[in-house]
Nanobody, 124 residues
Framework: VQLQASGGGLVQAGDSLTLSCVIS????????VGWFRQARGKELEFVGP???????PYLDSVKGRFTIPRDAAKNTVYLQMSNLTPEDTGMYFC???????????????????WGQGTQVTVSS
């Protein structure tokens, strides 16, 4: 299973940006996928899930600004980001794992498959 994240770039505060995570080797509907991010010098943090089974919360600081839609036909998960701020700057990763109904997967250890990351930089 491979996950390929893309779509990062340099944007200005207030802009929108959509990241893509293309999955190969396994059907999207057999995976739970989550987005993480890591700012320089900071720990990895969970942004939110794209779970086929249940809805779980997003990171507080991105609620109302980020959404994570899935496109099973394209085997792709997106991270749609709006009203970006400099605090959203970081390397963004998508990760996948087998579904576990009733389990909130929000840690690094919860996910087996990882993409290489795509850099998002938001200027003020």
């Amino acid at each position: 299973v491979q996950l390929q994240a893309s779509g990062g770039g340099l944007v200005q505060a207030g802009d929108s940006l959509t990241l893509s995570c293309v999955i190969s080797g396994r059907a999207l509907n057999t995976l739970e996928v989550g987005w993480f991010r890591q700012a320089r010098g900071k720990e990895l943090e969970f942004v939110g899930p794209a779970s086929p089974s249940q809805k779980w919360p997003y990171l507080d600081s991105v609620k109302g600004r980020f959404t994570i839609p899935r496109d099973a036909a394209k085997n792709t998960v997106y991270l749609q980001m709006s009203n970006l701020t400099p605090e959203d700057t970081g390397m963004y990763f998508c990760a996948g794992d087998s579904p576990a109904p009733g389990t909130y997967k929000y840690t690094r250890e919860s996910y087996t498959y990882w993409g290489q990351g795509t850099q998002v930089t938001v200027s003020s």
